[in-house]
């Protein structure tokens, strides 16, 4: 899957208009080799994770015989290459997607793809995944993988500080004192990390969960919204956090990396997704984790990291790219995406993944993820985020969120209406 990385949009929209700009009139991957019609599916996937995705395309191959998929690796240049790709009209038929906002248009609409299909089961999918990939209520992408953020904690720690170990239903103060009695500067341990420039992306469920927001559900307005006592509370919450000593900045310049600090038993807790996991496993951390605390009896809200897979809308043969699309999300491809959490609920009982306590928090989440994330509310979210992420990064440093916050909101009502 693809971590969000809103801030990279508006250089790759530039590059957009660019290749645009010089753009050929060449055709979709239309051709044919060995009497065979090639389809495209580009992927951001390397190493293991592509062999997963060459190994899902051979076994659409074996189902139709006339068809061979050309898998390409993009890598980290995905995103350079895809908005190349769209800008000289000569994209490959299929892809992995996750910024609908900045590409939607250069997709195809799959709503009538799906209403003319009754076999792809659509109420077998999480809904709150479609949230994603929908722009003006029309449907750019099918769910392909996805993360939602939990609280990792060092067992090890808990135990040594005769701290029981966090439960589903926990709230904030809970974890603030758990933060407390972890917390050791003499040895520079701590009870939990924040990034020193976070990505206003991973903040939204923290502050959805308070019942603040950044921008309002139709997009239009952030007065109120943005600067409202609810956000600014959730924000300040992990500046404060840091300024009384019990988070370390992590991340920056000169510090850190808040998973190798947990790798070495010095922190007691951190919020992330499912990328790490496997990791602290191969290190042979004792850890687990839980789902994100509430604020009191307001009810905690998830917020998911997802990729999906779209058509390119200049394909040039898009019912064999659908019929891509709809085995790539068939059960037995979910199945064989062994790096991802299942998207279908038919995969996730057949094999139990939410019956293991490390992986049931995500699903826990996901199930609490029905906000929609401010970049899909307004095309220009990207020039208020700047201003958004000066405010949040001053607040980290020690700073009173109020007056940061009016002024975010005063800097960037100016974007809203363009």
């Known amino acids: 899957m693809k971590k969000k990385r809103i801030w990279f949009s508006l250089l790759v929209a530039v590059f957009v208009l660019v290749m645009s700009a010089c753009s050929s009139n060449n055709s979709s991957g239309d051709g044919k080799k060995d009497g065979k019609t090639i389809l495209r599916f580009a992927t951001w996937d390397t190493g293991d994770t592509l062999k997963i995705q060459q190994d899902i395309a051979k076994e659409f191959e074996k189902e139709n015989k006339d068809v061979k998929v050309q898998v390409e690796a993009y890598g980290d240049g995905f995103d350079q290459k895809i908005a190349a790709s769209f800008g000289a009209k000569n994209p490959p038929d299929v892809m992995y997607m996750w910024d609908f906002t900045t ?3 250069s997709l195809e609409p799959l709503d009538s793809y799906v209403e003319k299909d009754p076999d792809i089961k659509m109420d077998d999918f999480y809904e709150g995944l479609f949230n994603y990939s929908k722009v ?3 449907l750019y992408g099918m769910p392909a993988g996805f993360s939602t953020m939990v609280v990792y904690y060092n067992k090890k720690l808990f135990d040594q500080y005769n701290i029981p170990y966090p439960q589903e239903g926990w709230t904030w103060d809970e974890f603030l004192e758990s933060a407390k009695k972890l917390t050791d500067k003499s040895k520079k341990q701590y ?3 924040v990034t020193s420039e976070p990505d206003t992306y991973d903040l939204q469920s923290l502050v959805w969960s308070n019942g603040g927001s950044f921008i309002s559900d139709d997009g239009k307005q952030i007065d109120g919204v943005m600067n409202s006592p609810e956000t600014i509370e959730a924000i300040q919450l992990y500046g404060d956090m840091v300024k009384d000593g019990i988070a370390v900045l992590t991340g920056g310049k000169n510090q850190q990396s808040a998973s190798d600090i947990f790798k070495s038993g010095k922190l007691g807790m951190l919020i992330s997704g499912i990328w790490p996991i496997q990791g602290y496993k191969d290190a042979k951390v004792d850890f687990g984790t839980v789902m994100m605390p509430s604020f009191g009896s307001k009810p905690v809200k998830g917020l998911i990291s997802s990729s999906s897979i779209s058509i390119a809308k200049d ?12 085995f790539y999300s068939s059960e037995k491809a979910i199945k064989m995406r062994t790096a991802d959490l299942p998207v279908r609920k038919s ?3 057949e094999t139990k993944v939410m019956e293991d306590a490390l992986y049931k928090p995500f699903y826990t989440m996901l199930e609490n993820a029905t906000n929609t994330p ?7 979210w990207n020039e208020v985020n700047r201003n958004l992420s000066a405010a949040i990064n001053a607040v980290m440093l020690g700073q009173n969120g109020k007056p940061l916050f009016d002024k975010a909101v005063k800097d960037s009502e100016k974007y809203l209406s363009k």
């Open 103 to 105: 590409y939607h248009q």
């Open 136 to 138: 003006d209520k029309k």
């Open 191 to 193: 009870g939990f990390s």
């Open 315 to 326: 394909s040039k043969q898009k019912e064999l790219a659908w019929k891509f699309v709809k």
């Open 347 to 349: 995969v996730v009982a």
């Open 374 to 380: 401010a970049f899909l509310l307004n095309k220009n």
